[in-house]
């Protein structure tokens, strides 16, 4: 009887002895030991950033030339779609782009702004993966239409 | 490769449509507008060569121009001139769209070079309020046939066209979310 208990207790020792060896990476890498390596950011981060600040930028533009909204909404659209394809996901808004919702951008400013989205999103969709091109491509060309209906 | 191949083939078919397309509208356009239909041919034919060279170079044989492509409708005025000018330019802009999805990404490019320059052609007419582009730069072809870049060019040039016609013809909305889907 006491051999047996004996027996079943240095088991279990060494099984749990074991277990550790084998859990430890493994809990390190879920993170429930403390340590914490967030992810690295998605390369579109910059892109995405970028692009919420564009949209913001037509806020107070909206408010007196209604015909910018449609154009507006384009930027919010792709947004959304950007953050659909990012890992992490990125947080719906951010202190930049808040930060740029400025009054009332001048037509002459949302050209500009608008030239600089067009050829960063040609630069980007460029050297993307293929399976990010073609949101990429369709951003790049959405810009491009923009800036001929811009007055 | 195979698949680029025969995306860039439909691409090359729906160029020589474009292509025919505005031989047989350019003529329901009124004066001031005809440079816009010319040079929006000539996009076309500078894409269709460009599409030719390449696809003799890597060994696949280019798709032949139809003797007669059939129009989705009559054009027997203006109106309908203008309605054909958008769709074949949303078709243009629809298979490049599908020879994007197909491409392995480009070296990144210098700082400044054709392919970063504004979309499209600046129309040269002048005499129609709704023909004026804002836009400043031609469309420069890039000297060796990169398929990125030239199929975000191909999508980019031909949405902003199928814009401009919109514009000129009073259709909204104007622009597309997404264009190319």
């Known amino acids: 009887m006491l051999d047996a208990r004996v027996g079943t207790s240095r088991r279990d020792v060494l099984l749990s002895v074991a277990a550790l060896t084998v859990a430890s990476p493994l809990l390190g890498a879920c993170d429930l030991l403390g340590k914490h390596e967030p992810p690295p950011p998605d390369p579109l981060t910059d892109f995405y950033t970028a692009t919420l600040a564009l949209a913001a930028l037509y806020d107070g533009a909206v408010a007196t030339n209604p015909q910018l909204t449609p154009v507006r909404d384009a930027h919010r659209a792709h947004a959304v779609a950007l953050a659909a394809i990012m890992k992490p996901t990125p947080a719906s808004n951010t202190p930049a782009a808040a930060a740029s919702a400025s009054a009332g951008a001048t037509p002459a400013e949302l050209r500009v702004a608008e030239q600089r989205g067009y050829q960063k999103a040609i630069e980007v969709c460029a050297t993307a993966p293929a399976n990010r091109a073609t949101l990429l491509g369709e951003i790049a060309a959405a810009r491009g239409c923009h800036l001929e209906v811009l007055p | ?181």
């Not at chain 2, 195979?2 to 009124?30: C, K, M």
């Not at chain 2, 109106?79 to 490049?96: G, H, N, P, S, Y």
């Not at chain 2, 030239?150 to 009073?170: E, H, P």
């Open chain 2, 1 to 181: 490769m195979t698949d680029q191949v025969e995306r860039l083939r439909a691409t090359l078919a729906a160029e020589y449509a474009a292509l025919y397309a505005y031989g047989r509208l350019g003529v329901w356009l009124e004066k001031e507008l005809r440079p816009v239909a010319h040079d929006a041919e000539a996009a076309h034919r500078a894409r269709r060569d460009a599409l030719i060279v390449h696809l003799d170079e890597i060994k696949a044989a280019p798709v032949d121009p139809d003797t007669a492509y059939g129009l989705p409708f009559a054009v027997t005025d203006r109106d309908t001139a203008l309605r054909l000018a958008i769709q074949v330019e949303d078709k243009v802009a629809a298979t490049w769209h599908s020879t994007l999805a197909s491409t392995a990404p480009s070296a990144p490019a210098p700082a400044t070079t054709p392919a970063t320059a504004a979309p499209s052609a600046t129309p040269a007419a002048t005499g129609s309020a709704g023909a004026t582009s804002n836009n400043t730069s031609a469309t420069v072809e890039p000297a060796v046939f990169d398929p990125r870049r030239i199929a975000q060019r191909g999508l980019a040039d031909a949405a902003v066209r199928a814009t401009r016609w919109r514009k000129i013809a009073g259709t909204t909305p104007l622009t597309s979310v997404f264009p190319g889907r």
